[in-house]
């Protein structure tokens, strides 16, 4: 175990300095040296012992929400509504549970031991997390740990998930049955073993299911911010032919319609749309939207449920939940042929 000593050992500096930075009083200290300290505390993959760290009681109350959902723009993670809603039940649930929820996105594992080495979190939920370097630091940690929408298998950690491939192939199939067969496919950017690349193979499923051959050009990878999204709706009009499209994401639907409809084209007329988690902003845009529903209020309650049962120490009987989808149909489709 990785301790204040070793990590004062490898930069040459006192043990005093490296605990002052680690508790963040820094203010007399370098900032070369307190870079020093960072670097040396991620490689080495020093993790504070938490319970060491608390004055009077080994809980703090206090459970941290990681984001490492990085797309450019950090601040997009909150003006998702999913992200908000899920948050939201977590947060009310924890309340009636006695504990309080901290917020915070961190970008690379150095990051997230420096938070760690400032606050006393009992236990840490997590989105957006693949077999990486971050995941490798993550796999260290000594706190309970609840993962949501993540495809990583590790006894150590409970994960609450979706059927994300069949929604995005109900969505699919929707279209198709509808007679539509050039469909595009509209995401952020997809990475090996996460909710987006299961989307997408439920997507290339249900197109292979009908014999409709798979067409890369009818990918469209966006941010889902306003911006992006009206890139993404120009480079949809220039494909003629193309009448259906499966969004990953209801927000993101809702601006590439509205970018659609700056480029003179109509939905559901001239272009179908399905979209995906079912929020708010789905029954609000114009046409409404057809898209698959998932229970965002329920997800965020078995993830407490998980965090719960972890810090009392209880047996679980299942570390990974996957909640069902299903289609719901509104205006944003029309039949075809």
């Known amino acids: 175990m990785v301790t204040i000593r070793d990590i004062a050992r490898a930069?040459?500096?006192?043990?005093?300095?490296?605990?002052?930075?680690?508790h963040g009083r820094d203010n007399r200290v370098s900032a070369e040296v307190i870079q020093k300290i960072n670097e040396a505390i991620a490689k080495l993959g020093y993790v504070p012992n938490m319970s060491a760290r608390s004055l009077v009681s080994s809980k703090s109350k206090v459970i941290g929400f990681v984001n490492h959902v990085i797309t450019g723009n950090n601040g997009a993670f909150m003006e998702d509504p999913f992200h908000s809603a899920a948050i939201s039940t977590i947060e009310s649930t924890l309340?009636?549970?006695?504990?309080?929820?901290?917020?915070?996105?961190?970008?690379?594992?150095?990051?997230?031991?420096?938070?760690?080495?400032?606050?006393?979190?009992?236990?840490?939920?997590?989105?957006?997390?693949?077999?990486?370097?971050f995941y490798d630091t993550l796999?260290?940690?000594?706190?309970?740990?609840?993962?949501?929408?993540?495809?990583?298998?590790?006894?150590?950690?409970?994960?609450?998930?979706?059927?994300?491939?069949?929604?995005s192939y109900l969505a699919t199939r929707h279209l198709i049955d509808n007679g539509h067969k050039k469909i595009g496919f509209a995401s952020p950017g997809i990475k090996d073993g996460g909710v987006l690349q299961e989307r997408f193979l439920g997507y290339k499923a249900a197109l292979s299911e009908s014999s409709i051959a798979f067409d890369k050009s009818l990918v469209f990878n966006y941010e889902m911010d306003l911006y992006s999204c009206r890139e993404a709706a120009r480079e949809i009009s220039l494909h003629k032919s193309l009448t259906g499209l499966v969004v990953t994401a209801d927000i993101m639907a809702a601006g590439i319609m509205a970018g659609l409809r700056e480029e003179g084209l109509r939905v559901p007329e001239d272009i179908s749309i399905v979209g995906f988690d079912d929020i708010n902003i789905a029954r609000m845009v114009s046409p409404t939207l057809?898209?698959?529903?998932?229970?965002?209020a329920l997800?965020?309650?078995?993830?407490?449920?998980f965090m719960i049962q972890l810090l009392n120490g209880r047996k679980l009987d299942t570390t990974d939940i996957s909640l069902p989808v299903r289609l719901v149909e509104r205006e944003s489709v029309i039949r075809r042929g």
């Open 11 to 22: 930069t040459g500096v006192s043990t005093t300095t490296v605990s002052n930075v680690i």
């Open 95 to 133: 309340q009636l549970n006695g504990y309080y929820l901290m917020l915070r996105t961190v970008d690379t594992a150095q990051e997230l031991l420096a938070f760690l080495q400032r606050w006393n979190v009992d236990g840490l939920f997590f989105t957006g997390i693949f077999k990486d370097k």
């Open 139 to 167: 796999s260290g940690l000594n706190i309970p740990v609840v993962l949501l929408d993540s495809y990583v298998k590790n006894p150590g950690f409970c994960n609450v998930g979706l059927e994300d491939f069949q929604g």
């Open 290 to 296: 057809t898209t698959i529903h998932q229970d965002m």
């Open 299 to 305: 997800k965020g309650r078995l993830a407490v449920d």
